[in-house]
């Protein structure tokens, strides 16, 4: 352990969020929940949405006030950005940026923008994030449990000398301090969170998926049985990884699954692919990801919606909807 320290709710020690309005821009997965739960803490929140819209209905039937983005940044102390990261620059210079003024914060869930300079906001606002580690619907979920998620937080900018103690209540408020909040940069943040995401989280673990699969097929086991090997049991596999580490999955399941994976895993998953990582790794911390993956939006998405055609036609796909509907997860 490198000694981090874990912050919860005793070591909240002010209350400067009670005297804020906080305008959360944006109200999807993260922006509703965070909306909800923050205002649920008793605090003055606000919402900016494009007029209209979905979004717009749906806050106002949780009985917010809504306004358009311009608006709710006029108004608000804080401006909490929660729409998608390749919108926020475009959103932040037309309608936050005239309504930044000495004294008022943002916030952020992630720190995409701000890392890589998307956003470069004046030197007389503060800056701070505050990143649930979970999606939106499970952090209100265990918001309304009593308890919480666990939360990342850091700061940009700090004129107001309150950053810091505006992060730790905006985490209190969404429960993140009952479970631990611990301290991080925006630069490590954004940087572990793509190479997590490419190298492991869906990147890594799609491919494993749709090998092993293919693998299974090729050497003639049926496509259902394929499915069930290399894809279904992997979520039972990760929920015992994530209940109890890895030593805790290792001892639940058979000792023959057991020395198979310790013995042949490394063979697999070895040297040469945690090079493969650590090119991914690189390309994110030197900003070619980002250069790559700004163009390629810019384009229109073409490369990105080919991939997920190709994606959404492989038998991996075809054979899980039939598996899922056996499960009763589909109808």
């Not at 700004?294 to 909807?321: F, P, W």
Request: neutral net charge.
């Amino acid at each position: 352990m490198s000694g981090v320290k874990v912050y919860r709710d005793e070591d909240v020690k002010t209350e400067y969020l009670k005297e804020k309005t906080i305008a959360v821009i944006g109200f999807g997965s993260q922006g509703k929940a965070q909306a909800l739960c923050l205002r649920d803490s008793g605090l003055k929140v606000i919402v900016g949405v494009r007029p209209g819209g979905a979004s717009w209905r749906e806050a106002s039937r949780e009985g917010l006030k809504v306004l358009p983005i311009a608006e709710a940044a006029k108004e608000a102390d804080i401006i909490h950005m929660l729409i998608p990261d390749m919108v926020q620059a475009e959103v932040y210079q037309r309608d936050i940026a005239p309504n930044l003024a000495e004294g008022k914060a943002l916030c952020f869930s992630h720190g995409f923008n701000i890392h890589f300079k998307l956003i470069v906001p004046p030197p007389s606002v503060d800056v701070f994030m505050v990143a649930p580690k979970a999606p939106g619907p499970r952090l209100r979920e265990l918001y309304l449990e009593g308890f919480g998620v666990p939360a990342l937080i850091a700061v940009h900018q700090n004129p107001s000398g309150k950053a810091w103690n505006l992060a730790l209540e905006m985490a209190k408020a969404l429960g993140c301090t009952r479970a631990g909040v611990l301290e991080t940069t925006f630069k490590d943040e954004t940087e572990s969170d793509l190479i997590g995401e490419q190298t492991v989280l869906v990147g890594g673990l799609m491919e494993l998926i749709k090998k092993g699969f293919e693998v299974l097929v090729e050497e003639g086991y049926p496509p259902e049985l394929a499915y069930f090997e290399a894809c279904n049991e992997a979520k039972l596999i990760m929920d015992l990884i994530y209940q109890a580490g890895l030593t805790g999955m290792l001892k639940a399941v058979s000792e023959t699954a057991r020395y198979g994976g310790l013995a042949i895993g490394p063979q697999i998953i070895d040297d040469h692919v945690k090079e493969n990582m650590r090119r991914a790794a690189r390309n994110v911390k030197e900003g070619r990801f980002t250069e790559q993956w700004l163009q390629e939006y810019k384009a229109g998405r073409r490369n990105l919606n080919r991939m997920l055609q190709e994606i959404e036609s492989h038998q991996l796909e075809k054979v899980g909807k039939f598996i899922r509907k056996l499960s009763g997860l589909e109808r």
